[in-house]
């Protein structure tokens, strides 16, 4: 029965990783201007499971306009912001693909009753033109994300949605948009070294409206097209000749901070106005995860806007070989309005409260198209907490980490007591490099273990072999 509970969520995956990945790395490391990176078009799938076409009739003898498909798993529905076309009287039914029981009840007390888990039931609900909310009544659930709305078509959006799952903000100041295109998933793969000891890049700082959570979409600031920016990989001893640009037509001065490098902050680090452009050399010095990012003042608006991304020094030796490398950078977004850029007074607070904490820049995307391993494979992850400013607690459910290589501190495989590590804790600034086994098939959730920020975008799944455990 459990196997009926896994594969939907693995097999949507695979589609979602086929419909289409924007890589950031390129063989040159050169970055265009990114007019082309940005957003597929709104998902046609987006009103996804509601069909308008009459269903033939059914128990009460009531009219039906149409039937929606939902979907529950055990961390939201799917959809959970549907659009239909006029209001009316519609069959709801819910396919549990979780493996705990679920229901769907409508804010008018309609409810499909419990569902158990891989078990599916209909409901029918009389949809008003103002539109209706829906949650699982199971306690807890709601407030977790289990929560979505039936908007009708031209209606006002019902408050409560997001989309696929996403999260819903903590802040109700800012309503998710059901016209939003669907996020760009960023590819969490590792890049190859950059070959050579001397590597002359380019760099290119743009403004450009993202879609950061599915819904929501912020007019972000970018290294390169892409938020993060890109990982660059190199080796102690190399020198990186960056020329950074600040592409024309851009509104902000903006400059580049490499924590890798020793250089004047007032020298390759100065802020550089749209249209220009400055070299930036530096020699990698030190092994390390290390973080990129704008430090125009305010800094703090310029990295919760987008402007950060990590860099990999390795030592000269190089890293021993693994199976499987991903770079995974986590980061807050602080939600302003609709295609306006973050909100500064939110990211100001003494104790900031992101509406969304990121892994690569989208609430969620690792949960929809997992990262795949082969089961027993050695797999390596470099993490950075690019912040701004809360801490991370990286953890990868399901597995131990048998080396872990932080801020220069490290722990090894095979050491003397079979010292193993469950979580690395990364303030804003700090990354590391952290390996592990998976030891069978299935899922293997990639948090940080500061559990409020799960709901909230920060959540994951390695795949490894076919994700099933049972066969
Ligand atoms: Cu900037």
């Known amino acids: 029965m459990r196997r009926s509970t896994i594969l939907p969520i693995a097999l949507l995956a695979t589609a979602a990783i086929a419909a289409g990945c924007a890589s950031p790395t390129g063989a040159t490391w050169t970055f265009a201007p990114a007019g082309a990176a940005t957003a597929a078009p709104a998902a046609t799938a987006a009103p996804g499971g509601a069909t308008t076409a009459p269903a033939p009739s059914d128990a009460s003898g009531a009219a039906l306009v149409g039937t929606i498909a939902l979907k529950a798993f055990d961390l939201g529905f799917d959809p959970n912001a549907i659009t239909v076309d006029t209001p009316g009287r519609y069959a709801v039914t819910l396919d549990n693909t979780g493996a705990i029981p679920h229901d769907v009840t ?3 007390g309609a409810t499909s009753g419990m569902v158990d888990g891989a078990k599916s039931a209909t409901v029918e609900v009389d949809v008003p033109a103002a539109g ?3 949650i699982c009544s199971v306690p807890g659930h709601a407030q977790a994300g289990r929560k979505g709305a039936i908007t009708v078509k031209g209606g006002a959006t019902a408050s409560g949605s997001g989309d696929h799952g996403g999260p819903l ?11 939003a295109p669907a996020p760009v998933t960023y590819d969490a793969t590792a890049p ?3 070959p050579g000891k001397v590597h002359d890049l380019e760099l290119v700082m743009t403004e450009e409206l993202k879609t950061i959570a599915p819904g929501f979409v912020q007019k972000v600031w970018t290294f390169g097209g892409t938020v993060p920016g890109p990982v660059m990989r190199v080796k102690v001893g190399d020198t990186i000749r960056v020329t950074l640009k ?10 580049l901070d490499y924590h890798s490098s020793q250089v004047a902050w007032n020298d390759e680090m100065r802020s550089i106005a749209p249209g220009e452009e400055l070299v930036y050399e530096w020699t990698a010095d030190y092994a390390g995860v290390w973080m990129y990012h704008c430090g125009t003042a ?3 608006q310029h990295i919760a806007n ?3 991304g990590m860099v990999i020094v390795e030592p000269a030796e190089g890293l021993p070989k693994v199976d499987k490398e991903f770079a995974i950078v986590q980061s807050e977004w602080y939600l302003g309005q609709q295609g306006q850029i973050s909100d500064l007074t939110k990211a100001m607070a003494a104790n900031p409260a992101p509406d969304f904490v990121l892994f690569n820049g989208v609430a969620n995307q690792y949960k929809d198209n997992p990262l795949k391993v082969g089961t027993g494979e050695t797999v390596r992850i470099f993490v950075l907490n690019a912040g701004p400013s809360t801490d991370s607690s990286f953890h990868v459910v399901g597995t131990i980490f048998n080396t872990v290589i932080k801020e220069g501190v490290k722990l090894e495989k095979g050491n003397a007591g079979s010292w193993g590590s469950q979580a690395v804790d990364l303030s804003p600034a700090q990354g590391a490099i952290v390996e592990f086994t998976t030891a069978e098939d299935g899922l293997y959730p990639i948090v940080t273990h500061a559990f409020n920020f799960v709901g909230r975008g920060a959540l994951g799944l390695i795949q490894a072999g076919d994700g099933d455990p049972l066969n």
Not at 169 to 179: E, I
């Open 306 to 308: 987008g402007m950060y």
């Open 132 to 134: 209706l909310t829906v």
């Open 106 to 108: 409508f804010a008018d």
């Open 298 to 300: 305010p800094a703090l």
């Open 169 to 179: 903000p903590t802040a109700a100041d800012v309503a998710a948009d059901p016209n």
């Open 192 to 194: 190859k070294l950059l």
């Open 246 to 255: 600040n592409a024309t037509g851009n509104e902000m001065s903006h400059s």
